[in-house]
């Protein structure tokens, strides 16, 4: 009986680290994926995605989505996130309910939907001054939260409505930190082919902005905007930006122009302040870039940033955190 008990707590407590940094006190459902069979543990929802290691029988992981029929995106105890088959054999889901203070308070009633948007179904009106937990920030415009009944569903996140002291995870990291795991993130999709308008729902190909989105999103839980010029505008808003890459640091996103040839003088005449980004990738530090820009260069790649028509075509760059 003590062995069991003793296994419970360390489960509990393995999950609870993997929620915010907050005091206990309100129930709180965490979905645990325990493992029946070695399987693959995959960098991608397809057979096609390489092998990350094989998960072992007993192992558990927390569950992120089932991102389709076939596979789950998971995050294991190390907070590497990958994919596993949904297949019963392998892999079994559990809901732990856990204690965590509510972290928000309705201030005006509000729809209580079972989506992140106003054309799902309202679950019910929150009234004002009910309690909620936070459990993300889908979006600008929702959070997925947690009501006293343990019903989940999203709520808009207008302070004319909810008032929380929730902060998306990957605020509370060290900067440097966080940086470098977007970065690690984004090596492990080296090759990935490049696909102009590649779609943001699998990691099967890229084009730059879904590269960068996903390497961040995969690192530290971000979710970026999904176009370059987005980015760029998030990067301008924070204002810790550069028009010399020299003074980058890791992770800082880098944003470039069209290319208008490969002498330094074709860029002379050009006001680089009124031109378009058409181009976005990460800097991972000495004159280099992490990024994809066309199927026949062969998909995401490190790229030498000093003395190339990329260094001609740099607009500015800087941190997205």
């Known amino acids: 009986m003590k062995k ?5 707590l360390l489960m509990v407590s393995m999950f609870l680290s993997m929620l915010p940094n907050q005091i206990l006190a309100y129930m709180v459902n965490v979905q645990n994926a325990v493992v029946l069979e070695s399987v693959n543990f995959r960098t991608e929802p397809s057979l096609s995605g390489s092998r990350i290691r094989y998960l072992s029988v007993g192992e ?3 569950l992120i989505s089932k991102v389709n029929e076939s596979w789950y995106k ?4 190390n907070g590497r996130i990958g994919y596993a088959s ?3 054999r392998y892999i079994r889901i559990e809901t732990i309910s856990v204690k965590a203070e509510p972290n928000a308070t ?3 009633s509000v729809s209580f939907r079972t989506g992140p948007s106003t ?3 309202n679950n019910r009106y929150l009234q004002s001054g009910e309690a909620l937990y936070i459990i993300d920030k889908v979006n600008e415009y929702w959070y997925k939260a947690e009501d006293k009944n343990l019903v989940i569903g999203y709520v808009s996140t207008s302070t004319q409505y909810i008032s929380t002291t929730y902060v998306e995870p990957y605020k509370l990291m060290d900067p440097e930190a966080a940086a470098q795991k977007a970065i690690d993130a984004g090596m492990k999709y080296l090759g990935t082919p490049y696909e102009f308008g590649s779609s ?3 990691t099967s190909t890229f084009d730059c902005s879904d590269f960068v989105r996903q390497a961040y999103l995969d690192g530290i839980g971000m979710k970026l905007p999904g176009d370059s010029r987005g980015q760029g505008d998030l990067v301008k808003q924070i204002g810790k930006t550069s028009s010399n890459w020299h003074y980058l ?3 800082d996103l880098v944003f470039f122009m069209s290319y208008k040839g490969y002498k330094p003088a074709d860029y002379e005449s050009i006001n680089k302040s009124t031109e378009t980004i058409t181009h976005t990738g990460i800097y991972i530090g000495n004159g280099q870039i992490l990024h994809t820009f066309s199927v026949a260069s062969g998909g995401v790649q490190i790229t030498n940033l000093a003395d190339s028509t990329w260094e001609l075509r740099f607009l500015f760059g800087g941190t997205p955190l």
């Open 74 to 77: 998971l995050k294991d105890k």
């Open 119 to 121: 054309g799902y179904a």
């Open 60 to 62: 558990r992981l927390l």
């Open 249 to 251: 640091k890791k992770g």
């Open 86 to 88: 949904t297949l019963t």
């Open 106 to 108: 309705v201030v005006k």
């Open 200 to 202: 943001r729902q699998n």
């Open 4 to 8: 069991k008990s003793a296994i419970l």
